[in-house]
């Protein structure tokens, strides 16, 4: 392994655990923003701020993962969880503890 990689994969952990955390905080505003405009005030400015700002996190999140993924050598199944915990709301946040304390990102 080179110097630079040894040193560029503390900076990657971290830049993975923020977008992991981002990702699910944008899906909570997006969510948030979808029941405003469907059951409380019928205005959509809350999925008009959150939507494309979720959608922005989201892209990061999945190329995040798949560089975090060939950084640390994931398994492949690791690196189809964690791809697919980008779908259902909120499941970054679980993903990203369990690679965390299995230590998949040291």
């Not at 989201?58 to 950084?71: E, H």
């Amino acid at each position: 392994m080179t110097r630079a990689t040894t040193s560029t994969r503390p900076t990657l952990a971290t830049i993975f655990r923020t977008v992991a955390i981002a990702e699910a905080c944008s899906w909570t505003g997006l969510l948030i923003g979808m029941v405003f405009k469907y059951l409380v005030v019928f205005d959509d400015l809350g999925v008009k701020i959150f939507g494309p700002i979720h959608g922005a996190l989201f892209v990061a999140y999945v190329v995040i993962t798949l560089l975090t993924a060939r950084t640390f050598r994931w398994r492949w199944s690791t690196t189809i969880l964690g791809l697919a915990a980008s779908i259902p709301p909120l499941t970054t946040l679980w993903f990203e503890r369990s690679v965390y304390r299995r230590g998949l990102l040291q």
